[in-house]
């Protein structure tokens, strides 16, 4: 923790006064969430967690021998109509949770031997998480903070986050408009995730791992690779290399399938093929990218 307790809390009273006309997050819908106003997200004045545990899907620097301490959110900032987790997102299965509720989770993960804590969708409830912190530092919170998100986030929002987050790690899924649109209703997706992804990189830089493989501090980025080139992987490629850095850790992932409302789109009611993943390794290495894939 870089951040003294008031600090913290001084951090919560900004976000939590931007919660009386929300804009938490890129789409402004100015609902007043104290007072129990729904917005995109469809989350009020609490949290819902969806479930936690250590988790070991993740990428290994976070997982290591005892996993990556996940705690799921319900409800989303993106409306992802292929999203894996639509039950959370879409359906919100989850229950509200008070700040020393979520303090006490991210505890019982530290002492269950994580080594991490993986907050899963956080954008729209990162006023929350800092509503939580000052109670887990008091408990003796120490290892790393994780903000696992899908790229669509208020730089305002990551300013209150600096010094806190350790390792940010956020999808970067479009680099086209139309498609951001069409496939999570992300109104310009394309501009507001890259100057998302470098102010996050401003703050905490490449990704450092330690002596045991173990990732401590920096900058894990995300991109699925959908059918038809949809992501748009050769410019996302391109500014990773060239706005961010070469040594950016950059996971290249190939398990698309169609969930949720998938099927019943044209474009995307198929897996990849392989030879579509293998040429998006290639115009990663093409810019000069090398970890994480």
Do not use: W
């Amino acid at each position: 923790m870089m951040l003294s307790q008031s600090q913290i809390d001084e951090r919560a009273e900004k976000a939590f006064a931007r919660l009386e006309s929300c804009d938490l997050c890129p789409r402004n819908c100015g609902v007043n969430r104290i007072d129990g106003e729904l917005g995109f997200c469809r989350t009020g004045r609490q949290a819902l967690l969806s479930s936690y545990g250590p988790h070991f899907g993740e990428e290994p620097p976070l997982v290591g021998s005892h996993g990556s301490g996940t705690i799921f959110f319900a409800g989303c900032n993106l409306g992802c109509i292929f999203c894996q987790n639509y039950d959370l997102s879409h359906l919100l299965h989850g229950v509200p949770t008070t700040a020393l509720e979520l303090a006490g989770v991210t505890l019982e993960l530290q002492r269950r031997g994580c080594h991490n804590i993986n907050f899963v969708s956080p954008s729209h409830v990162a006023a929350q998480i800092l509503e939580a912190l000052p109670a887990a530092y008091d408990g003796g919170l120490r290892i790393p903070l994780v903000y696992n998100c899908g790229g669509y986030d208020s730089i305002e929002t990551l300013k209150l986050l600096d010094g806190l987050m350790d390792i940010y790690m956020p999808d970067a899924k479009y680099s086209d408009e139309k498609s951001a649109m069409e496939l999570s209703s992300a109104p310009n997706y394309p501009a507001v995730m890259k100057q998302a992804l470098k102010e996050m990189h401003r703050q905490v830089g490449d990704l450092e791992i330690d002596e045991r493989g173990i990732a401590k501090r920096g900058m894990i980025i995300r991109h699925l690779v959908l059918p038809g080139g949809l992501a748009g992987t050769e410019e996302i490629m391109h500014f990773i290399a060239r706005d961010l850095s070469v040594d950016s850790y950059v996971n290249i992932m190939e398990q698309y399938h169609p969930v949720y409302k998938a099927f019943d789109h044209r474009l995307i009611n198929r897996r990849i093929t392989r030879t579509e993943y293998l040429e998006a390794l290639d115009m990663a290495r093409a810019q000069g990218l090398h970890r994480g894939f």
